[in-house]
């Protein structure tokens, strides 16, 4: 099995992305008149956002 380095990549923060995608989300929503396209936009942003790593611990 290949090693994985135990090395984070540094990522635009939680926190930052969410709000791009309310932000988005509502802007598309507003502009298009379509409440399911804003949600789409939404769902794009919060798909991207970075999953929790666990690392194995050496033993």
Known sequence: MA???NVLVSAAP???TAASGLVGGYGVARWSGRRELGGAVL???MCSL??????????
């Open 43 to 45: 769902a794009a942003m």
């Open 14 to 16: 939680a926190a930052l």
């Open 50 to 59: 970075p999953l929790p790593v666990s690392t194995p611990k050496a033993q």
């Open 3 to 5: 090693k994985v380095p």
